[in-house]
């Protein structure tokens, strides 16, 4: 038989990927908003070298296109240095820099947002650079960069989509083997992109909760 | 004491501050009066070291605000009070009061907030302890910034136009506090164009005209015909603003 009908364990398959993809987004989330967070402090301290460093590879990470980077970590990085990489690693690695690039943009320009006479106020009362981020830039930046990330990360769940091509087998993998079992195109394809839709809305969701919450101090901030 | 020796600064080509000297001495009310572009704002911006010096010498009880050691010791014996409040708009009336007690201090937190309440109750603000500065008119968020500062305990109040951003109603409840300050023997370098008010409370008056300290007087003196009105810069400029 070269194809099969569906059967009720589709559904649990379906389900894995799911959790593959959400899981995997979440992890490379997290480790992006980690680092882009960090790089943003670097520029904030204005760390010599470190900073143009970062700024260099940030430009090289948003400029270029997942594919090529995940290409590049799973299949030129284990041949050059000739080492082995397994498809989760190498997705981890590309997903978590690509995110931290992106953050590190949301990062700098909220912090940028925030008003001369905000640090002044602050230090002129004797606070040190470190208790000026973290009292009264911090906060503010927080509330200002949550739309913007969470428009990113809602595109980052969907990125992830590409890493099926390295053989990990996230949502849309599953959605491929499916498809070449049961040769039902519409069908696989309109269930995995359901999926997809929901955990993006769950994103966008927790994004507004957090927005609500981080701007509750200044109703006026919302025009 | 608060001693500004010859201070020099300038923007690019514009010199703003040419070779300026003031002292106040502790329990003094000095009040700065010039007109817009006089380098009023940018004297107090020296004095707690947010601008540097591009010549001379700021102490304040002896700790030189060029030095970054010694600033930080100057900065905790003088408090600002911002022209256009500066307040910390995600933090309430009270936490914007205790941040700096409590982080630069080092005081209890229920220490602080004790006094940060009693502060607010003393300029009429004991029910607005909670509020955010978004949800207070302009008077109470400048009385906020007043008690902001005041919460630090300084030795000098440093007060930048602060009541230029406020309607007549508004200023009259900040003046009213000022006034109040001045009678407790409260230091103060006020920097405004409340004339009249600065006649009130000040023990001393200077004119500051383009970065140059013209005049430096007992208020009296200042207001008398042998005396500041001698000079025709000052004259001129005392009966244009007393015109409105």
Request: glycine fraction near 8%; proline fraction near 4%.
């Amino acid at each position: 038989m070269r194809f099969a009908e569906f059967t009720p364990y589709d559904i649990v398959l379906l389900l894995q990927g799911l959790g593959v993809t959400v899981g995997l987004f979440l992890i490379t989330s997290l480790i992006g908003l980690v680092i882009g967070v960090l790089w943003g402090i670097v520029r904030f301290y204005r760390v010599p070298v470190l900073m143009q460093v970062i700024t260099f590879v940030a430009e090289v990470l948003k400029n270029s296109p997942v594919l090529v980077q995940l290409f590049l970590v799973f299949f030129g990085v284990p041949a050059f240095f000739k080492l082995n990489m397994t498809p989760v690693s190498a997705a981890v690695i590309t997903l978590s820099l690509n995110t931290a690039a992106f953050v590190y943009v949301i990062a700098v320009s909220s912090i940028e947002s925030i008003g001369r006479d905000q640090v002044e106020a602050a230090r002129v009362f004797g606070l040190s650079r470190w208790q000026v981020l973290r009292h009264v830039i911090a906060p503010q930046a927080a509330a200002f960069s949550i739309g913007p990330l969470t428009a990113l990360l809602v595109n980052q769940l969907q990125v992830t989509s590409l890493i099926s091509v390295i053989g990990v087998l996230d949502l849309a993998k599953i959605g491929a083997t499916l498809n070449l079992r049961t040769l039902k195109p519409f069908i696989v394809w309109t269930a995995v992109g359901i999926l997809y839709y929901l955990a993006a809305k769950a994103v966008a969701s927790l994004g507004a909760w957090a927005e609500k919450r981080l701007r509750a101090h200044s109703a006026f901030r919302g025009l | 004491m608060l001693k500004v020796e010859n201070v020099k600064k300038a923007f690019g080509p514009v010199t703003v501050l040419d070779g300026v000297n003031l002292t106040v001495n502790p329990g003094e009310v000095v009040s700065i009066l010039g007109s817009s572009g006089s380098g009023k704002s940018t004297l107090i911006r020296c004095i707690n070291g947010l601008e540097k010096l591009n010549a001379g010498k700021i102490t304040v009880d002896d700790f030189d605000v060029s030095k970054p050691k010694e600033l930080a010791e100057a900065r905790k014996r003088s408090g600002t009070v911002f022209q256009l409040f500066n307040l910390y708009p995600h933090m309430t009336a009270l936490q914007n009061i205790t941040l700096a007690p409590i982080e630069v201090l080092k005081r209890p937190k229920a220490e602080a907030e004790a006094e940060g309440r009693s502060l607010l109750a003393q300029v009429g603000l004991g029910d607005r302890a909670d509020a955010y500065p978004a949800q207070l008119s302009g008077g109470q968020r400048q009385r906020v910034g007043i008690c902001r500062a005041l919460a630090m305990k300084p030795r000098y109040l440093l007060l930048d136009e602060v009541t230029s951003a406020l309607d007549p109603e508004m200023t009259s409840e900040v003046l009213d506090i000022l006034a109040k300050l001045a009678k407790d023997g409260t230091t103060m370098v006020f920097v405004t164009h409340e004339i009249e008010f600065a006649r009130q409370i000040s023990n001393r008056i200077v004119f500051l005209e383009k970065g140059v300290l013209l005049v430096d007087l007992p208020t009296e003196k200042f207001f008398a015909d042998d005396g500041g009105l001698a000079q025709p810069r000052v004259a001129q400029f005392l009966s244009k603003m007393r015109k409105d």
